[in-house]
């Protein structure tokens, strides 16, 4: 089944402690991004990769990290979270004729 | 830049009445324009795209969306609702092909009365 898979769903963590969400895709797409979702503000991008080691800042990258070291995997990474990083993130790709995103189930991260 | 105005936060219709989302766009070039799908505790499902040609487009569970440039819009719409259709709607723009432009609506929430 064609899908991106998101890791984890939930996670708690506390302020400063480093944190890695996996993202991995089969369908072996060009682009990926991570988005960012907030009550009345839709969907923000963070960060977009459109091929492996090529990536670039989106609308909200302040405290992210992201690599894009094999085609299918682009895992967001939070060196030292903070509360206002409290969201719902979901990870998405699409093909060169940009059909489209297709998005992972989210992963609901509440910083404490 | 492009932006993405959905009118009205929260929409509410009785099942079987017209659903109306609307959706308005800036974009300084011909865009790419889409309706995404929310259910609860999911991620965004593609509902329909216009990329080009023909300007009403048709999609997945009967919805529809006409593109009018001279008026910026891209409203989603639905004869007949069905219970199943709440679900919270996001419009989204594209100024190119390329995957790294997409910029989202604030979204629509639709409630369904029975």
């Known amino acids: 089944e064609a899908q991106v898979t998101q890791n984890p769903r939930y996670l708690i963590t506390v302020t400063g402690k480093k944190l890695t969400v996996t993202c991995s895709q089969n369908?072996?797409?060009?682009?990926m991004s991570w988005y960012r979702q907030d009550p009345g503000l839709g969907l923000r991008q963070i960060y977009y990769?459109?091929?492996?080691?090529?990536?670039d800042k989106g609308d909200v990258p302040e405290g992210y990290k992201v690599s894009r070291k094999e085609k299918r995997n682009f895992p967001l990474i939070l060196e030292s979270p903070s509360p206002n990083q409290t969201s719902l993130y979901f990870c998405?790709?699409?093909?060169?004729?940009?059909?489209?995103?297709?998005f992972g189930s989210g992963t609901r991260l509440t910083v404490v | 830049a492009q932006s993405v105005t959905q009118l009205g936060s929260h929409v509410s219709v009785s099942e079987g009445a017209l659903v109306l989302l609307r959706c308005n766009y800036s974009?300084?070039?011909?865009?790419?324009l889409f309706w995404y799908v929310q259910y609860p505790n999911q991620g965004l499902q593609l509902l329909l795209k216009y990329t080009t040609g023909a300007t009403l487009v048709k999609g997945i569970n009967g919805f529809e969306a006409e593109f009018k440039k001279s008026e910026t819009s891209f409203h989603l719409t639905k004869p007949s609702a069905h219970m199943s259709d709440a679900a919270e709607y996001f419009c989204?723009?594209?100024?190119?092909?390329?995957?790294?432009?997409?910029?989202f609506g604030g979204g629509t929430r639709l409630m369904v009365k029975p």
């Open positions: 369908m072996n797409h060009e682009y």
């Open positions: 974009s300084s070039v011909p865009p790419y």
């Open positions: 990769s459109m091929n492996v080691e090529v990536t």
């Open positions: 989204a723009v594209s100024e190119n092909n390329a995957g790294n432009m997409l910029t």
């Open positions: 998405a790709s699409t093909d060169r004729g940009f059909n489209g995103y297709t």
